[in-house]
């Protein structure tokens, strides 16, 4: 089976601007959990969908959105990018319950100039 | 405030030996929890999860979980060079309601 895949893998982007991430999940796996990972904090929960539902949500501002597709790929939008968002964007599958393996994508790794 | 606490290390473990890498977690409501490696520059990958009080072994991994204790370890048996790495301990409430909480993870280092 494949992993998961996100894409871009890079990208850069200056303040102010907006970004869209994208996220592939392992074939059959319904839900898809974003985190965010700089060396300050370490790893920190965005959100997670499920069934294209918002499952669970993070401690992050509103400009941290997300959305899940029927086919469970989803993608991850920050609008109005502050230089406190460079960081790698991690996307995480599991096929659908809670105490089920999370299993991360190789990320995207967000510079904000 | 949930949280998740490792020491930062590094810790430095000669080539054979056992290495032993800790983490404590605040919520007594959670009831999954993960060992993930992450080497520079990579994702995090799943070595071991456990979900009940006791021992857990796959192969030279052990994960020893003690709730009443809130308390979660792993043991590296025969460390090879390869095991340098950073490790991330990762816990999850019953509801999942907050996701995976990660502690910041500890670098470990096999001197051969």
């Known amino acids: 089976k494949a992993g998961v895949t996100q894409t871009p893998r890079y990208l850069i982007k200056t303040r102010g601007q907006q970004v869209t991430l994208s996220c592939s999940p392992i074939s059959g796996h319904r839900s898809v959990s974003w985190y965010q990972q700089t060396p300050g904090q370490g790893l920190q929960f965005l959100f997670e969908?499920?069934?294209?539902?918002?499952?669970n949500k993070g401690n992050f501002p509103g400009r941290f959105s997300g959305r899940q597709f029927s086919n469970s790929r989803s993608e991850m939008n920050v609008s109005t990018l502050e230089l406190g968002d460079s960081a790698l964007y991690l996307c995480?599958?599991?096929?659908?319950?809670?105490?089920?393996?999370?299993?991360f994508g190789p990320g995207t790794r967000l510079l904000v100039l | 405030q949930k949280e998740v606490e490792q020491n930062s290390g590094p810790l430095s473990v000669p080539e054979g030996a056992i290495a032993s890498l800790n983490c404590t977690y605040s919520d007594r409501g959670s009831q999954s929890f993960f060992w993930y490696r992450q080497y520079s520059g990579k994702s995090p990958e799943l070595i071991m999860f456990?979900?009940?009080?006791g021992d857990k072994e796959d192969g030279r991994f052990t994960a020893q979980l003690n709730k009443a204790s809130q308390y979660v370890s792993l043991l590296i048996r025969d460390s090879q060079p390869s095991d340098s790495a950073t490790y991330l301990c990762a816990a999850e409430a019953g509801g999942g309601a907050d996701g995976l909480t990660f502690g910041k993870g500890t670098h470990l280092i096999i001197q051969p």
């Open positions: 995480a599958s599991r096929p659908g319950t809670v105490k089920e393996t999370q299993y």
């Open positions: 969908y499920f069934s294209e539902t918002q499952r």
């Open positions: 456990i979900y009940s009080n």
